[in-house]
């Protein structure tokens, strides 16, 4: 597996048509993190960069690191609790006793939940509570009219400059 640094120089080295643009002073990259993928010889590093870096690779889409195409996301703000599923805080903080199925609003982990191992279509529980007609969706998903209102609110708080 790559260091942090054998990332960031490749990144600048085999990218140069992306990043080309972007004035030497204000050229910035550190790795905050990894999080693991699902494959254990992957994992998904989490870099912070200056907002013309940000710029330039979130157009693109994709980078060169080694010999794989990359893509680049945005990562969001926006956290979720995985106990209740609202917005804002997170499991830690939680001040609800029983988790809540992420498929059907149950109190159960959706692990358990009999519905979705029947394969029963989803129900989002933020949704339900906002009283929307559109909650035909995991609580988690992205497409999530409630979940796109918070990202919203979250990424209005970071400087895009």
């Not at 990562?75 to 995985?82: A, E, F, G, N, V």
């Amino acid at each position: 597996m790559n260091s942090d640094e054998d990332i960031l120089c490749a990144l600048q080295r085999q990218n140069a048509h992306i990043l080309g643009g972007v004035p030497e002073g204000e050229y910035r990259t550190v790795v905050r993190y990894r999080r693991r993928a699902r494959n254990p010889l992957e994992c998904h590093v989490v870099l912070q960069v200056s907002p013309p870096v940000w710029q330039s690779l979130t157009k693109t889409g994709k980078v060169h690191i080694d010999l794989q195409r990359v893509q680049v996301e945005d990562q969001s703000p926006l956290i979720q609790c995985t106990k209740c599923l609202a917005y804002g805080h997170g499991r830690k903080l939680c001040t609800e006793a029983v988790d809540q199925c992420s498929h059907c609003t149950g109190l159960h982990l959706r692990k358990d939940c009999p519905h979705w191992m029947a394969g029963d279509a989803a129900t989002c529980c933020n949704c339900k509570g906002a009283k929307l007609d559109q909650g035909n969706h995991n609580a988690f998903s992205k497409d999530c009219p409630i979940r796109q209102n918070w990202d919203k609110l979250a990424r209005s708080s970071v400087a895009y400059c």
